[in-house]
């Protein structure tokens, strides 16, 4: 019994050495393949090169040296300072990262720095005109729109772009009539369908609710 088993152990270690070399060469040869396809994957280029990135945050230029996997989120947080914006799920689901580019609200986290070098990035540093919160920030305030405040900054960019959507007349899923020309009833069914991108852990809903209800009538067209 004992020279069977180390028999059959004896083949079994054959087997598995077979494979490994197998392995190994198929290996080799679809790495080879791979370099000449694909010239700039050699390992010249296994470390990315960073590149001169030139980033408007909040009215003012701002110049880094980063590589181009960079995302947004981590340009502004990493590399600036502006840890306000912050990170939450890093793959766009809850909203915690949203900034806004141009007006118009976006998923930092899935944005790579490099592509909004020609752009205005406004992030909840600079929403507030010196010691004068934003109506947005100060209708948070009112309505306890947040309780641990993590969410708060990406809440609060979002509800920032979302009244300017209402007021240019963008509809959205719930929205009765969208051949409606003008601006749109802001409802509650409105302002939770929304601001549905941005993820509350606390709960903090009903007041998120109240507070966009009020910055609208502060917030002009």
């Keep these: 019994m004992k020279l069977r088993f180390k028999r059959r152990r004896f083949g079994q270690l054959?087997?598995?050495s077979i494979a490994m070399v197998f392995v190994s060469n198929h290996t080799r040869k679809?790495?080879?393949q791979t370099r000449k396809n694909f010239p700039m994957m050699t390992t010249q280029y296994s470390v990315l090169e960073s590149f001169k990135v030139r980033l408007r945050v909040n009215g003012k230029e701002r110049t880094l040296q980063i590589e181009p996997r960079v995302t947004l989120l981590d340009a502004l947080r990493e590399h600036l300072g502006l840890t306000g914006t912050k990170k939450g799920c890093d793959h766009g689901q809850c909203g915690a990262c949203t900034v806004l580019v141009d007006g118009r609200r976006i998923n930092s986290c899935l944005a790579l720095a490099i592509v909004y070098q020609d752009?205005?990035?406004s992030t909840i540093e600079g929403l507030a005109r010196?010691?004068?919160l934003h109506p947005v920030q100060t209708a948070f305030i009112n309505h306890d729109?947040?309780?641990c405040g993590y969410c708060t900054p990406g809440q609060i960019c979002s509800a920032v772009a979302?009244?300017?959507e209402v007021q240019a007349g963008t509809a959205?899923?719930?929205t009765p009539d969208v051949r409606k020309q003008g601006q749109i009833e802001l409802s509650?069914?409105?302002i939770r369908e929304r601001m549905s991108g941005n993820i509350c852990r606390c709960g903090a809903y009903p007041g998120i609710v109240a507070a966009v209800k009020e910055a609208t009538q502060t917030i002009k067209a």
Excluded: N, R
């Design 172 to 174: 959205s899923a719930v």
């Design 14 to 16: 054959i087997v598995i």
């Design 130 to 132: 010196g010691d004068t």
């Design 119 to 121: 752009v205005e990035i």
């Design 162 to 164: 979302m009244i300017a």
């Design 188 to 190: 509650d069914a409105e």
């Design 145 to 147: 729109g947040f309780q």
């Design 30 to 32: 679809t790495v080879a």
